[in-house]
């Protein structure tokens, strides 16, 4: 059996157990379905939801990228369009936060359960 790539699983939100099901039944692009994920891997039967409110952990993840995504659009209008007034970086910060958001809310979840999920890749699934 071929080992599959932990790097590829994680970034196409696969099973971290399989690395083949996927995590959330929809594309990030479908806004409306963006907090919907699969209740269990379609592929080996894996409960995502470790314990109840698993996911909550998650947050602190999302703020982690939030804080960077901060960070990054404070140094780009700081350094790339000499200091502006302090509305354009909260509306700046606050754009690039929504735009984003389907991928932080995914990739938040996605990290949490690899990171914390205690699930160890079975490559005979
Ligand atoms: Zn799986």
Redesign the pocket.
């Known amino acids: 059996m071929q080992r599959r790539s932990a790097l590829k699983a994680l970034i196409n939100c696969k ?1 971290p ?5 996927k995590i959330f039944p929809y594309p990030a692009y479908r806004i409306n379905k963006m907090l919907e994920m699969n209740k269990s ?1 379609p ?4 409960v995502f939801e470790r314990e109840p409110g698993f996911f909550i952990g998650a947050m602190y993840v999302s703020y982690a990228f939030i804080v960077a995504i901060f960070i990054t659009v404070a140094l780009v209008l700081n350094y790339g369009f000499g200091d502006p007034d302090l509305w354009v970086y909260i509306f700046s910060v606050l754009g690039v936060v929504l735009i984003f958001l389907p991928l932080i809310v995914r990739y938040s979840r996605v990290l949490y359960l690899n990171g914390f999920g205690g699930i160890k890749y079975d490559k005979n ?1």
């Open positions: 099973c157990r399989c690395r083949q099901g891997c592929h080996c039967g894996l699934l």
